[in-house]
């Protein structure tokens, strides 16, 4: 494989998409070597086809706003690769939201996936609306809306989509109640569902329970737990909530949350009533964590900086992609920090990653720390199509048993001479071998 001629092509034909070239890199760097080894891939144009969607649908999403005024957003699904299952993956509503971001996401998820073992193909979507200081009434006009097209390109079989930012369950609620009307099926389309009506027990707490977990086994290789130790995350939504129950279960204290407006320290540590509130933050649909410390006075709030300035044994970036730069990562080495855990979608610039490696910081990329939540969709798409509930210690279980064998993937094909593990190389190396080879037994398609 010829990995520059590869990037510059995928520059010329998607020129000013930093983030998704930036994600495409990431992945060929680390699996050169594999490719170099395996010549079969190579003749039949695995990573050209790889790095492609089989498709990109865009639409326009217009919808009346609370005043009567209409509003105009673009929707978009990204089909990114289905040779191990129908594409799946979340739905993204943030202003932020263009095709680079999509891109980038769709390609994560096809070797996130393929590390949880599950039959699922790699997908993603969203939209530039903004559901912050929007009614719940606004939220449905716009879910509505956006279904309306989404729905002609997805199927339980097809394209089986969920949260990711600015989506969670109310979301998921309402895009669900058009699909159903719509394509009058009731097969559960959507993963991250109400319990009352096809949603999977701890799917809402997956993506940080399954992160904690991941991170737990990281920790092991060192002879350490979370037990006594400070951690620093970002953000204040869902996995970020679900990280702060976990790590609390686990004896660990959380130092800090964050959100766009800045981030709360908190020496005293983030646990019970504190918990509870930031879903209370969350539901407000506010995009700002400054009412935290109104509300606690052991909380500081920093306006307009990063967590990763506190001193910290484990830094889990939770909020949004490279929310974690090159300086940030000096601070974090400076302060003597034993692992990070990315929980976001590529939370860390590739200078971050890059000194992590130097330094040999053990560091846990998004694409298997974070796999928790879309595996926990996998569980939940197998207990609609058994039409059966599975209890909360089964799921936990299942989730359990996938994060531990995502990160025995890690060691085997990530182990360097010297013994440290390069969990990058590990998890995109054994996601990668897996869906090369599907696409070999599949044809050129
Ligand atoms: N958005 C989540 C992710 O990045 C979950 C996707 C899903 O459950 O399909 O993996």
């Not at 009346?64 to 509003?71: C, F, L, P, T, W």
């Not at 889990?316 to 302060?335: S, T, Y």
Request: proline fraction near 4%.
């Amino acid at each position: 494989m010829n990995l520059n001629n590869i990037m510059n092509d995928l520059e010329k034909k998607h020129p000013g998409e930093v983030e998704f070239l930036q994600a495409v890199r990431e992945v060929l760097e680390s699996i050169e070597e594999v490719v170099n080894e395996n010549p079969q891939f190579d003749s039949a144009k695995v990573i050209e086809r790889l790095v492609e969607p089989d498709r990109v649908i865009m639409f326009k999403v217009p919808w009346i706003d609370d005043n009567g005024d209409v509003q105009v957003n673009l929707g978009y699904r990204v089909q990114f690769n289905n040779a191990l299952g129908p594409y799946k993956g979340g739905l993204r509503f943030h202003p932020s939201v263009n095709l680079s971001i999509l891109k980038f996401l769709g390609f994560e998820q096809i070797f996130k996936n393929a590390l949880t073992t599950l039959p699922m193909g790699g997908g993603k979507g969203g939209s530039d609306f903004n559901p912050k200081g929007k009614s719940d009434n606004e939220i449905m006009r716009f879910c509505q809306a956006f279904m309306l097209e989404l729905w002609k390109v997805i199927g339980p079989e097809t394209d089986v989509p969920a949260g990711d930012v600015g989506v969670g369950g109310k979301e998921i609620g309402y895009l669900y109640g058009m699909y159903k009307k719509l394509a009058r099926e009731n097969s559960g389309v959507l993963t991250g569902k109400g319990l009352g009506w096809g949603g999977s027990l701890i799917r809402p707490e997956a993506t940080g329970f399954g992160g904690v977990y991941f991170t737990k086994e990281m920790l092991a290789m060192q002879n350490e737990t979370f037990e006594g130790k400070t951690v620093a995350i970002s953000g204040f939504g869902n996995v970020a909530w679900g990280v702060a129950l976990k790590v609390t279960e686990l004896g660990g204290k959380i130092i800090t949350i964050s959100g766009p407006d800045g981030y709360i320290y908190d020496e005293e540590g983030i646990a019970g009533e504190k918990i509870d509130y930031l879903l209370e933050l969350r539901a407000s649909n506010q995009d700002i964590v400054a009412p935290f410390a109104d509300e606690f006075p052991s909380a500081k709030f920093i306006p307009g900086k990063r967590p990763w300035e506190v001193k910290c044994d484990i830094a889990m970036p939770c909020a949004i992609q490279n929310e974690l730069n090159g300086d940030d990562a000096k601070l974090l080495v400076e302060n003597g920090v034993l692992a990070v855990a990315e929980v976001s979608n590529m939370g860390c610039t590739p200078e971050a990653v890059t000194l992590f490696h130097e330094k040999k910081i053990p560091f846990g990329p998004g694409k298997a720390v974070n796999a928790g939540g879309v595996a926990v969709s996998g569980l939940e798409m197998t207990q609609n199509a058994m039409k059966l509930a599975w209890t909360r210690e089964e799921v936990d279980a299942k989730l359990h048993h996938i994060m531990s064998s995502i990160h025995t993937a890690c060691i085997t094909h990530g182990t360097e001479d010297d013994g440290y593990i390069n969990y990058v190389k590990g998890a995109n190396i054994a996601g990668f071998l897996k869906v090369a080879n599907a696409m070999m037994d599949q044809g050129v398609i």
